[in-house]
């Protein structure tokens, strides 16, 4: 293999269906689409708190949006997670969900997933279920609602928990992504677990990351190693390595007292990008081949000015060929080095 050149595999033996490869050997197989710059949350870790969102124009129609995920899926993506902003507040959202389950049906996709804040999943739980999703992460660092609504600006716990009981009652499988804060829910790591725990509800803790200016929040200020929350867990409980791979950045391990998955994504303490299979567009059609690098490939206009998709196929193949081998954030100097200027809203959490 020549590096920089990707390999398009032969077929797919589940799917016939030509693989992405990059040039460091890794299948490219899980993107993540941003729908929307917009949430109804201004949390501390994600936005400023008076954010000037991207023009409607910019934005990728409903329809170029469907359109962008069918060409990745013929190039044998088959797992598809939908994020924002809140993804569930960008108007006429369902419609796209609804398209895409020609290729839950058709076997090429197997997975569409949602990142969401949950707070419209009381409106949203029975259709997004309807329409295949079966797996959905919620954002959610307490249970405190007076903290909720400091680390949130703007959001109300008692939605999001409803919401979570809607989801829960619809049929779809709930975890919990948790950001570890430093001085902020330190001292509800048990109670989350257990609250998890006696919902039959997984629980992934993230390491805070350098993504855009947030208007003086301090990065640094922020982050909790979770080596040392692990070292906290285990001061409690058994925990136990799995093998189990979702697709996704997360290690996860057993609690031996509840039974219960614990995933930990730590692209600070412990880097993951040697296994890393995805890539992240955003809502105005940029290509990101890494989180936390800068380089990416505008992809829209491609497409707009082509009524066929293969100039569109040959930029994804160029983007893939650039992916790198991983990212470079890093707090040990005591500042957010590796810090990308975009904020997270814009690629995707």
Not at 55 to 81: A, H, Q, V, W, Y
Not at 145 to 164: E, P
Not at 167 to 172: T, W
Request: proline content about 3%; hydrophobic content about 35%; overall charge negative.
């Amino acid at each position: 293999m020549t590096l920089g050149t990707p390999i398009f595999a032969q077929t797919d033996r589940q799917n016939s269906a030509p693989r992405l490869i990059d040039p460091f050997a890794r299948e490219i197989n899980y993107l993540r689409v941003s729908v929307t710059d917009r949430c109804d949350f201004r949390c501390v870790y994600c936005m400023a708190e008076n954010m000037t969102f991207l023009p409607k124009k910019e934005l990728l129609t409903l329809e170029e949006l469907d359109r962008m995920c069918s060409t990745f899926i013929g190039l044998g993506i088959n797992k598809l997670r939908i994020t924002g902003g809140e993804p569930l507040v960008r108007r006429g959202i369902m419609t796209f969900f609804d398209g895409m389950t020609r290729h839950l049906d058709s076997g090429a996709l197997q997975e569409l997933t949602l990142t969401t804040n949950g707070s419209q999943l009381e409106r949203f739980a029975d259709d997004l279920y309807a329409v295949g999703v079966r797996r959905i992460n919620v954002s959610l660092d307490t249970l405190d609602a007076d903290k909720f609504a400091r680390v949130t600006r703007w959001g109300r716990l008692d939605q999001v928990l409803r919401g979570i009981d809607a989801a829960r009652k619809a049929g779809l499988r709930v975890k919990i992504n948790t950001v570890a804060l430093k001085g902020f829910n330190e001292d509800e790591v048990f109670d989350l677990a257990a609250w998890c725990a006696d919902q039959d509800m997984d629980l992934t803790f993230i390491e805070v990351m350098p993504m855009g200016d947030l208007g003086g929040e301090d990065r640094v200020g922020q982050y909790w190693s979770l080596q040392e929350l692990r070292a906290h867990l285990a001061t409690r409980y058994t925990l136990t390595e799995l093998t189990e791979r979702t697709g996704g950045p997360a290690r996860y391990e057993r609690l031996e007292e509840t039974g219960q998955k614990i995933g930990f994504i730590t692209p600070l303490t412990h880097n993951f990008c040697e296994s890393c299979n995805r890539v992240r567009m955003t809502c105005t059609g940029d290509l990101f081949m890494c989180l936390g690098q800068e380089d990416n490939a505008s992809l829209r206009d491609i497409m707009r000015n082509s009524d066929t998709d293969a100039p569109l196929v040959k930029a994804i193949e160029n983007a893939i060929s650039r992916k790198p081998k991983g990212h470079d954030f890093d707090y040990s100097r005591q500042k957010a080095d590796g810090q990308v200027s975009r904020h997270m809203s814009h690629t995707g959490g």
